[in-house]
């Protein structure tokens, strides 16, 4: 590589020449011993638990270095349930009849999930895909619904997925370049709430719901701005989380309730984020 490049000049050499010739020395004991490798080219022992705070970091600069290369400076979340079937789906996660049944009626959401992605995107066009960008956990229900209607409308679209046990591999309407993997929650979390401008969370599970506490959490403390944060189905959350009584327990601020809106469409939803920024 030229000692010239878009970074300026530099005298040393650069990490991806010495990662070649590392790998271009004779084949020997020596160099065949785990001790020889680079650090940083060396799996066993960037995994080591000693090496967590080095992993921490590199999970926060990676997507974050990517972004602002693609010039992405705000996005939209979409949080739900990945076991939400599109329309005419099957509700392949469903353990019982009831729970078939109510899956299915909530597939519903699926649709709405995409077509807001898509209201969000065709007005992201206007800056260039570098704000109101859709952002998903890249899996699939909700999650493939808001990286599809964004992918319907040719925008580009973000997935941050996490290596879990289940359920989680990337949906095909994730922009390939803008797909990231994750092992820690924390640092996934992060890269979510960084550059959201709006939150949209529909019907889903102990994840939708950690996610949801965690944005209001954020806003109640000062420790993010207040977006609008949006709830698709207010029977659904009604009967899910009861914010009403938190109130009158004095858990939560009078007042606290009014950081959240309810919508049951796109469209609904829109106009939250319309009257929000004055659109």
Same mark, same amino acid.
């Given at each position: 590589m030229?000692?010239?490049d878009?970074n ?5 050499p650069h ?9 271009s020395v004779?084949d020997?004991?020596q ?7 680079l ?7 960037m ?6 705070? @080095?992993?921490l ?9 990517a ?6 400076r705000?996005?939209v979340i979409?949080?739900?349930g ?8 099957e509700?392949?996660a469903a353990?019982?009849? @009831?729970q078939?049944?109510?899956?299915l ?5 699926y ?6 992605a ?12 570098r704000?109101?960008v ?14 599809r209607?964004?992918?319907d409308?040719?925008a580009?679209?973000?997935?941050l ?7 989680q ?12 993997n994750f $092992?820690?929650f924390a640092?996934?979390?992060? $890269?979510f ?14 994840g939708?719901?950690?996610e949801?506490f965690?944005t209001?959490?954020?806003i109640?403390?000062?420790r ?5 944060v949006?709830?698709?189905g207010?029977s659904f959350?009604e ?7 938190l109130?009158e327990?004095?858990?939560i601020?009078?007042?606290d309730?009014?950081?959240i809106?309810?919508?049951d469409t796109a469209?609904?939803?829109?106009d939250? @984020? ?6």
């Amino acid at each position: 590589m030229n000692p010239m490049d878009k970074n300026g000049w530099t005298p040393l050499p650069h990490s991806d020449e010495d990662l070649e010739r590392s790998r271009s020395v004779p084949d020997t004991e020596q160099t065949r011993s785990p001790a020889y490798r680079l650090a940083w080219d060396d799996d066993d022992f960037m995994t080591r638990r000693e090496l967590r705070p @080095v992993r921490l970091q590199l999970e926060l600069l990676k997507p974050e270095m990517a972004l602002a290369e693609r010039g992405i400076r705000s996005t939209v979340i979409l949080f739900g349930g990945a076991r939400i079937p599109e329309p005419g789906g099957e509700a392949w996660a469903a353990k019982n009849k @009831v729970q078939e049944k109510n899956l299915l009626a909530n597939s519903r959401y699926y649709e709405e999930a995409r077509n807001f992605a898509r209201i969000c995107s065709q007005h992201s066009a206007a800056s260039y895909y570098r704000e109101f960008v859709i952002v998903t956990g890249g899996g699939p229900g909700v999650m493939e619904a808001g990286n599809r209607g964004a992918a319907d409308v040719g925008a580009p679209t973000i997935g941050l997925n996490i290596v879990l046990p289940h359920e989680q591999a990337p949906n095909p309407y994730v922009t390939p370049e803008l797909c990231f993997n994750f $092992h820690y929650f924390a640092i996934r979390k992060m $890269h979510f709430m960084m550059r959201a401008k709006a939150v949209a969370i529909f019907p889903g599970g102990f994840g939708t719901m950690d996610e949801f506490f965690e944005t209001l959490t954020l806003i109640q403390t000062g420790r993010m701005e207040r977006v609008p944060v949006i709830l698709f189905g207010r029977s659904f959350w009604e009967g899910a989380v009861n914010i009403e009584f938190l109130a009158e327990q004095g858990t939560i601020s009078p007042g606290d309730q009014n950081l959240i809106d309810y919508a049951d469409t796109a469209d609904e939803a829109w106009d939250c @984020v319309k009257r929000f920024y004055e659109i």
